[in-house]
């Protein structure tokens, strides 16, 4: 009897000790430079290599992550996403969990800030932005309008903005006091948004409200707060980069991406991915990641021509690079 109950007590402390051990995932070389695409509908993480642009490893996630961050060992990777009530530290070279944040849920968004030292988050269910320094204690909170979702940080201002979808407004945060600085009256549903530092204009573009859909992209002064123009681009306007003087406006309304110089006007355009929401520029090479044809394209940033078409995980929702030296 006491072998039978032996015997079962054993197989029980297996299960328990096979429960709590981190899943293995397959390492990525710390000589890689990838673009890692978080997918969200299959729960996976896509590591395209920038040098072959090839799949190079992929993921299978055990949470609903719909975000991440490269920290600035370039080694450790945060996970977060808005059902979760932690952000999860992963490396990259092991393969494995190695910690964790105590965020609580509605982290929607994250930004490494420049000095390298802390990263902000932003959290839907408080209407909050959290810093945290990279040990993961949290060191202050910022009430922010309802929803916030957008945040960009302006080195020479030291300010950090934040677009709050339901609230109409922009607010400015003062990084060293980690005090709200502003807050100015904007268009409804805004979303994606790129800072033009020499010309004091942030450029912001939505989703529309109701029925009526975002046409435009509007221009306004960081100072004063005051609409200076809009620039056309159908439509939902919701994702932003600079390049040699460029910016490149992604909107997923219309699957349309448009290369728009700093005065706005249009000097390329092309229809790229279906139901597109995020891109990023790395090797000299513009990515747009398609949310339903589950794939990233490569595209010349000059002309805008179709260089690849690579296949990824389901629901590709974000980007994150690593960019190695050559």
Excluded at 4 to 27: A, D, H, N, R
Excluded at 295 to 303: F, K, Q, T
């Amino acid at each position: 009897m006491l072998k039978k109950y032996g015997f079962v007590i054993l197989i029980l402390m297996t299960i328990i000790l096979s429960s709590c051990m981190e899943k293995q995932l397959p390492s990525i070389p710390e000589e890689l430079s990838f673009a890692a695409t978080v997918n969200i509908k299959d729960m996976s993480v896509s590591f395209v290599d920038l040098k072959k642009m090839a799949i190079a490893e992929e993921w299978r996630m055990e949470k609903p992550y719909t975000g991440a961050l490269i920290l600035p060992d370039q080694d450790t990777i945060l996970f977060f996403g808005s059902q979760l009530e932690k952000a999860d530290l992963y490396s990259l070279k092991e393969g494995k969990k190695i910690g964790s944040w105590e965020t609580g849920i509605g982290i929607v968004n994250g930004l490494l800030l420049d000095s390298g030292k802390e990263a902000a988050l932003v959290d839907q269910n408080l209407n909050k932005i959290r810093f945290f320094n990279l040990q993961g204690q949290e060191l202050k909170q910022i009430e922010a309008g309802s929803d916030p979702l957008t945040i960009l940080e302006s080195e020479p201002l030291k300010k950090l903005f934040v677009l709050s979808f339901n609230s109409e407004k922009l607010a400015g945060i003062d990084l060293q006091s980690k005090e709200k600085s502003e807050e100015f009256a904007i268009h409804p549903s805004a979303a994606g948004a790129w800072l033009n530092d020499g010309s004091n204009e942030i450029w912001i573009g939505g989703h529309g409200e109701g029925i009526e859909i975002e046409k435009n992209i509007h221009v306004y002064d960081t100072e004063t707060g005051a609409l200076k123009k809009t620039i056309p681009a159908p439509s939902m306007p919701v994702n932003f980069l600079e390049k040699d003087d460029y910016v490149y406006v992604l909107s997923h309304g219309s699957n349309m991406l448009y290369k728009i110089n700093d005065l706005g006007e249009k000097a390329a355009s092309v229809s790229v991915a279906a139901n597109p929401f995020e891109m990023a520029l790395a090797e000299e090479r513009l990515l747009v990641a398609g949310y339903d044809s589950n794939d990233i394209h490569i595209l010349d940033p000059e002309s805008l021509k179709s260089l690849k078409t690579i296949k990824v995980g389901k629901g590709p929702f974000k980007i994150v690079l690593r960019e190695r030296m050559k």
